[in-house]
Protein backbone atom coordinates (compact mmCIF):
# COMPACT_ATOMS: atom_id res chain seq x y z
CA UNK A 1 0.00 0.00 0.00
CA UNK A 2 1.46 3.32 -0.82
CA UNK A 3 0.62 6.49 0.95
CA UNK A 4 0.35 10.32 0.15
CA UNK A 5 -0.07 12.83 3.14
CA UNK A 6 -1.17 16.63 1.43
CA UNK A 7 -3.15 19.27 2.76
CA UNK A 8 -0.52 21.05 5.10
CA UNK A 9 0.24 24.89 5.52
CA UNK A 10 1.17 27.58 7.92
CA UNK A 11 -2.28 28.99 9.61
CA UNK A 12 -2.45 31.13 13.03
CA UNK A 13 -3.05 30.19 16.06
CA UNK A 14 -7.00 29.43 16.69
CA UNK A 15 -7.23 27.99 12.90
CA UNK A 16 -8.23 25.19 11.10
CA UNK A 17 -6.80 22.96 8.73
CA UNK A 18 -7.82 19.85 7.05
CA UNK A 19 -4.97 16.94 6.11
CA UNK A 20 -5.62 14.20 3.44
CA UNK A 21 -4.21 10.72 2.78
CA UNK A 22 -4.38 9.39 -0.40
CA UNK A 23 -4.13 5.40 -0.19
CA UNK A 24 -3.03 3.78 -2.83
CA UNK A 25 -2.47 -0.59 -3.46
CA UNK A 26 -4.92 -3.31 -2.81
CA UNK A 27 -7.21 -4.37 -0.56
CA UNK A 28 -6.93 -1.02 1.62
CA UNK A 29 -9.93 -1.37 3.72
CA UNK A 30 -7.78 -4.13 5.24
CA UNK A 31 -5.57 -1.52 7.05
CA UNK A 32 -6.41 0.62 9.93
CA UNK A 33 -5.38 3.64 9.93
CA UNK A 34 -3.09 6.38 11.79
CA UNK A 35 -1.69 9.93 12.02
CA UNK A 36 1.59 10.48 13.82
CA UNK A 37 3.50 14.06 14.17
CA UNK A 38 6.90 14.85 14.42
CA UNK A 39 7.82 18.17 15.85
CA UNK A 40 11.32 19.82 15.50
CA UNK A 41 13.91 18.34 17.78
CA UNK A 42 10.78 15.21 19.56
CA UNK A 43 10.39 11.76 19.02
CA UNK A 44 7.01 10.88 16.34
CA UNK A 45 3.90 10.64 18.19
CA UNK A 46 0.63 8.97 18.12
CA UNK A 47 -2.31 11.76 16.72
CA UNK A 48 -5.06 9.45 15.71
CA UNK A 49 -6.47 6.09 14.19
CA UNK A 50 -9.41 5.06 12.59
CA UNK A 51 -10.26 1.22 12.36
CA UNK A 52 -10.65 -0.34 8.80
CA UNK A 53 -14.38 -0.05 9.05
CA UNK A 54 -14.12 3.69 10.44
CA UNK A 55 -16.39 1.81 13.32
CA UNK A 56 -13.52 2.87 16.35
CA UNK A 57 -11.39 5.73 16.77
CA UNK A 58 -8.35 6.74 19.17
CA UNK A 59 -7.07 10.19 19.46
CA UNK A 60 -3.96 11.75 21.51
CA UNK A 61 -5.42 13.42 24.50
CA UNK A 62 -3.67 16.30 23.75
CA UNK A 63 -5.47 16.62 20.21
CA UNK A 64 -9.22 15.12 21.77
CA UNK A 65 -11.57 17.69 21.39
CA UNK A 66 -9.49 19.59 18.55
CA UNK A 67 -8.64 17.11 15.72
CA UNK A 68 -10.70 14.16 13.65
CA UNK A 69 -9.86 11.30 11.88
CA UNK A 70 -12.07 10.13 9.46
CA UNK A 71 -12.11 7.85 6.57
CA UNK A 72 -13.77 7.57 2.85
CA UNK A 73 -12.82 3.81 2.00
CA UNK A 74 -14.64 4.27 -1.43
CA UNK A 75 -12.32 7.33 -2.24
CA UNK A 76 -9.92 5.50 -0.41
CA UNK A 77 -9.23 8.20 1.50
CA UNK A 78 -8.31 9.31 5.41
CA UNK A 79 -8.55 12.46 6.69
CA UNK A 80 -7.96 14.62 9.89
CA UNK A 81 -9.55 17.36 10.82
CA UNK A 82 -7.53 19.97 13.10
CA UNK A 83 -9.43 23.03 14.76
CA UNK A 84 -8.47 25.32 17.27
CA UNK A 85 -4.73 24.93 16.28
CA UNK A 86 -2.16 25.70 18.59
CA UNK A 87 1.53 26.62 18.24
CA UNK A 88 2.35 22.80 19.94
CA UNK A 89 0.78 21.59 16.54
CA UNK A 90 3.38 22.69 14.58
CA UNK A 91 5.30 19.42 13.26
CA UNK A 92 5.20 17.09 9.81
CA UNK A 93 2.32 14.97 9.77
CA UNK A 94 2.02 11.39 8.59
CA UNK A 95 -0.25 8.83 7.89
CA UNK A 96 0.07 5.76 8.31
CA UNK A 97 -1.33 1.93 7.76
CA UNK A 98 -1.13 -0.84 10.31
CA UNK A 99 -3.00 -4.55 10.33
CA UNK A 100 -3.48 -3.94 13.92
CA UNK A 101 -5.23 -1.77 15.78
CA UNK A 102 -3.35 0.72 17.97
CA UNK A 103 -1.37 3.48 19.05
CA UNK A 104 1.95 2.52 18.91
CA UNK A 105 4.33 3.34 16.08
CA UNK A 106 5.63 -0.26 15.93
CA UNK A 107 2.20 -1.14 14.17
CA UNK A 108 2.68 0.46 11.42
CA UNK A 109 4.66 -1.20 8.32
CA UNK A 110 3.48 1.30 5.81
CA UNK A 111 4.39 5.17 5.86
CA UNK A 112 3.38 8.28 4.01
CA UNK A 113 6.15 11.08 3.27
CA UNK A 114 4.52 13.80 5.80
CA UNK A 115 3.22 17.09 5.15
CA UNK A 116 4.35 20.20 7.14
CA UNK A 117 1.76 22.12 9.35
CA UNK A 118 2.94 25.60 11.08
CA UNK A 119 0.93 26.85 13.60
CA UNK A 120 1.94 30.74 14.30
CA UNK A 121 1.15 32.66 17.42
Known amino acids: VQLQAFGGGLVQAGGSLRLSCAVS????????MGWFRRAPGKEREFVATISRNGGSTLHADSVKGRFTISRDNAKNMVYLQMIDLKPDDTAVYYC???????????????WGQGTLVTVSS
Open 25 to 32: GRANSRYH
Open 96 to 110: AAALTFGSSVSLYGY
